[in-house]
């Protein structure tokens, strides 16, 4: 179909777009600013949120599996851990169930196995160092692109047929295009001004009861969170969290004092207890983002988007990997049906993909912002809906299967309002006269619970 393909940044979404691309085209050139490094376990300098927890759902593990059969069970042989945790959220626990099948590897091991697999391939090129300076335009159609040196004035002009922007939060494709005299595509944005604070601890396979994360979700009266996560090398990853500036603190005692406000100590009591295998280090996200390209009145033939240069979610929810693989996947139909219409057909297939993440992650960081409730009628109402479906699936098991799989980004949210959930969840609400109490300690999982297929 295509000669050169050029895809700007080799990360996740990068990396996967180009294996979708390898059946395409003659070429497939990755423009990487980054310098590889050889040690899989240090994330790259453009990814500065790799020191900190990532989890990659089932729909992302399956997308993934999909692209590149046998790659979990690689990142399994390498040490990544795989099970079921459990979430306190809502006011109470609810256990994914120990047949869980999602796996937890660092950022940095899931990208080094992703680019190993990829950049084997004999048509792929990779250029380190460089990045796309701007796309080079004829009549309204890509031609190619200019690539700078990342250090130094080295620049060179590229023929490609298409261009696929994988370059993440830092992209700057849309203000290409309003220089360029194309429509921007309309943005949605929800300032949430979240802090990190994350550091490695030594795992003992006791630890949490045998679970491979634990993580409390922020809500409207408790604006802070963290993640737990088993990772390769029996450690834990565990990152503390903090909305509009509240920073937990980088020092020792600071960063255990902070665990000790959440409303359960499981994660307190780890980090006083585990040994420390590293620093602690911080991170800032601004805002989620999205742009719509799918909704821009005229754009240029031969360019895609994908992946965070899409839609960057808040990272407290963890969708962001698994969302760049269901795009890697949307780009694999797309382009079985071929080249004509192509631009217009994935930006619909990109966003329906982001819809479901979006109206999670995007719709409860509204409801934190102080002052609330925020947003119209039916955002108000979901969130309602949406904590009593968690509180319901506290005891219930089909209601606990059913948001799981919502989370897991299997299913679209809608599904909740399904009546096999509804009846349970409002048969639920008439018997409870006050949110259910917390028992102040992780409890084993109810032998009853059974994890989403």
Not at 362 to 385: E, Y
């Amino acid at each position: 179909m295509f000669g050169r393909v050029v895809v700007a940044g080799a990360g996740i979404a990068g990396l996967l777009a180009a294996r979708v691309l390898l059946d395409h085209a003659d070429e497939v050139v990755l423009v990487e600013p980054d310098r590889i490094s050889d040690r899989p376990d240090l994330p790259r300098p453009g990814v500065p949120q790799g020191h900190h927890a990532h989890a990659l759902l089932a729909s992302g593990q399956r997308a993934i599996e999909a692209l590149l059969p046998g790659l979990s069970a690689a990142l399994g042989a390498q040490g990544a851990p795989s099970g079921g945790g459990t979430f306190f959220t809502a006011g109470g626990y609810l256990d994914t169930g120990a047949a869980d099948a999602s796996l937890y590897a660092s950022r940095a091991l899931l990208e080094g196995a992703l680019r190993r697999v990829v950049v084997a391939h004999h048509r792929l090129r990779l250029i380190e160092g460089c990045s796309v300076a701007v796309p080079l335009l004829r009549s309204d159609r890509i031609t190619g692109v200019r690539i700078a040196a990342s250090a130094g004035d080295s620049i060179v002009d590229l023929a490609a047929d298409l261009l696929v922007d994988a370059s993440g939060a830092r992209s700057q494709t849309a203000a290409w295009l309003a220089t360029h005299g194309f429509a921007a595509p309309p943005v949605e944005r929800v300032d949430v001004g979240i802090r990190y604070a994350s550091r490695y601890l030594k795992r003992d396979r006791s630890d949490l009861g045998g679970r491979m994360f634990f993580s409390v979700s922020p809500s409207p009266v408790q604006r802070r969170a963290c993640g737990v996560l088993a990772q390769e090398g029996d450690r834990w990853i565990v990152t503390l969290i903090g909305y509009f500036g509240d920073q937990p603190p980088l020092d020792d005692a600071g960063f255990a004092a902070f665990a000790r406000t959440f409303p359960v100590p499981e994660v307190a009591d780890l980090i006083e207890r585990a040994q420390p295998l590293g620093p602690i280090r911080g991170y800032a996200f601004a805002a989620d983002r999205r742009l719509h390209y799918e909704r821009a009145a005229r754009l240029p033939d031969g360019l895609l988007v994908i992946g965070d240069a899409l839609a960057n979610f808040s990272p407290v929810y963890g969708q962001g990997m698994s969302v760049a693989a269901l795009h890697a996947l949307a780009l694999r139909r797309c382009l079985a049906q071929g080249q004509a219409g192509l631009e217009q057909r994935f930006f619909r297939a990109a966003a329906a993909v982001i819809d479901a993440p979006w109206t999670l992650a995007a719709g409860n960081d509204r409801q934190m912002q102080p002052g609330g409730p925020h947003g119209g009628l039916v955002a108000r109402l979901r969130s309602r809906w949406l904590r009593r479906v968690l509180q319901t699936a506290h005891h219930d098991a089909v209601v606990a299967e059913r948001f799981l799989r919502v989370a897991r980004l299997l299913a679209p949210p809608r599904t909740l309002l399904a009546p096999a959930v509804a009846g349970r969840v409002l048969l639920a609400g008439a018997r409870r006269a006050a949110a259910p109490a917390v028992s102040g300690r992780l409890r084993a999982p109810p032998s009853a619970r059974r994890s989403a297929p």
